[in-house]
């Protein structure tokens, strides 16, 4: 009982240190290790769903497949490096399996893929070492099931978590390499293992035992190490420190490098993956205390007293601060495992370089053969559609899967899925998501390509990080929308008061300030309709986002050349002018609270217009995005003070120069985005011009909106020309005519008298 109580209370913390201790003392080669409990998983996840069809158990059936397909997905690079060949073949299978649905009608099909599947399975050598690993990498399954089987009451994670630890139990009695009281041992573990299991006992107690098993299976006394409370190995280290000294005092020093080294390897490297999540620089400045400094001293045969001082000032003081920040970080709600789990994702940029280079040329690529898929299939040449959509995958996204696995796994495996998608409805099996079955296989086709073409930006995206650039870009465009889209607004409104105060109707300004105000509260209500309605759009929210790009376009292109026709400033005064007399001789209230009502929402109506197209391509820059429209909104109220102030002397015609070449830059940028999506859609033709116009980073790409295809670069050279040949007759011609005009009045005039 008393043997039972404690493996209990170590259960939880034992378990998941497990995770980080598996040696590879069977196996010289962890590859190889890991290639067998991969593959030994994703058969037993086969054979469960097996049963399940036979069971007519259609749904879990499906589940543990796909369990099964996505351990095996984010193992592929290891595997890879055992048998690459192998690994391929029954990856693709196992996608492609995952995808399909899975009913009494095909339960036939089902079951012989399958069969199929696992004849690649018995096509691996056998492990002629006997590997424990298996066993253990079933039994941290069963872990994490059962736990959610009680904490869920999900009946799912209770099946996967039985079938484990039957397989497990299986593989351990299939052959051993123990002695007899091990193995008698590790037989009474299992069995009361299993038993709990089956009796559906309390989590505790099947964690506890499960520990226990693991830990005779490894061959390491866990229980000693990782499955008791943290506390007590920090005491350990420091107890073995002190055994070190008085070894060091009686001159061993052979005794004192035996302790030393067991301090570290045997005590300290279980507290390290805590450690790390406390704080990391610590760790590395312990690990290299303990490790080398210490060792080397002990070697070098320094005086006691100096290794004393190095232990007593340096490495004793910082397993203290280290006990206490692990302290502070459990104590703050944190799961060291959850964290240390989320710490092995890489961020996004991590890749090198020569993987950035190497996914761009594979992105291409595999557009180019998306696009030749289509053909393909609406030729009816199905056999080469499925073929080039094969190579696109196996061929060429295997090479993006490299540096993007360790980033976005789950993203990684979503984007196989739509691969198989792709392979399946080519090869004319059913197809189905949250949407339904496919009815027009030619349009669902379609479907599947523009969700391909967008998971390819989006994984360019992650492999590349944002860079330096881009978020330059995105940060003077979003300055750029506010500043031209508040100027109108502020210098408006500066005249307007400015002209109330000089014909002493002050009393009207605060009716001016209750429009503003309106108008602020009816721009965020149109942002929340706005970005709610792009939201729930579902799979519509590409077309819509589309729309509003080229919306942006069409409004920018009005507004450029509505201020182009005032930056003379007395076009500018007169329009003021006019505006203001309307009011004040209405008399009205309500006229002032319209006035600067309309004046301040029609821009923030434009301003909500113009940053939804934003953000659907400034994605990961959103902050950016922020900042650029913070400093507008500062400047803006510069502007204000200053017009209030300098009046006639502030620059307009700069400023609307400014704003109208903004104007058509974002203009520019919108239509290209706009295109472009039109184009994933397959509402506009897509013509490569790859070699011919420069291949912008993603990032890039998406704030200028320049790609290498035909339909873009053609649409924004027309509309860069129109505004080229409406900037110069605005500019430089109609001003000459006018000009022209005047001196012929006045010749007229002259001849006249």
Known sequence: MHNFVIKTGFAIIGLAALMFVIPNAYSTDLDTATYYSVTEVTQTSLNLAEAEIKNGNFDDAKKLVEFGSKHFSNNLQKLRTVDASLTDEVHISL?????????????????????RINEFFNTIPEDTEYNPNVIVTHLIIVDQQYENFEKNNDEFSYKIALGFVERGYQIFYSGTDYDERQTIELESFFNDLFDMVKNKDPYTSVASTNVWVQRDLLGTDVI??????????YNVIRDLYAELLIELDNGDYKKAEQIGIEAYLENFEYLEPEIEVADPELLYQLEWDMREELRTMIKNREAPDTIRTFLVDSIIPRLDIAEAKVADVKASGVVIADALAMKEKKPMGSATEGQKGEVRTEIDFIRQQLQAVKIYYEQGDTQSAYTTARSAYLDSYEYIEIPLRSIAPDFTFEVEIQFADLRNLIKGE?????????????????????????????????????????????FVSSFAIIFREGLESVLILGAIITYLEASRNIKFKKYVHYGIVLAIGATAVTWFIASYIIEISGANRELIEAIAALSATAVLFYVSFWILNKIEHKRWMEFVKAKVFQASTTGGAMVFVMLSFFTVYREGFETVLFYQAMFGFAKYMELWVGLGFILGIASLLGIYFGFRKLGKRLPLRALFGLTMGIGAYLSIAFLGNAIREFQVLDYIPYTSMLGTIPRLDINVATMTGIYPTLETTIGQIVLLAVYLVASLYVLVLRPKRQKALAMMRKSRANVNE
């Open 224 to 233: 000693s190490t990782v499955g008791i409370d943290s506390t007590s190995l």
């Open 430 to 474: 059913q197809v189905c998501d949250e949407f339904g079955c496919v009815t027009d296989s030619s349009k669902r086709l379609g479907e599947i390509i523009s969700g391909l073409q967008r998971s390819l930006d989006e994984s360019e995206r992650l492999v590349s990080g944002t860079g330096t650039i881009a978020p330059m870009i995105a």
């Open 95 to 115: 996608i492609d399996l995952q995808s399909r649905q899975i009913n009494s009608e095909n339960q036939s099909e089902i079951l012989s893929e399958i069969k």
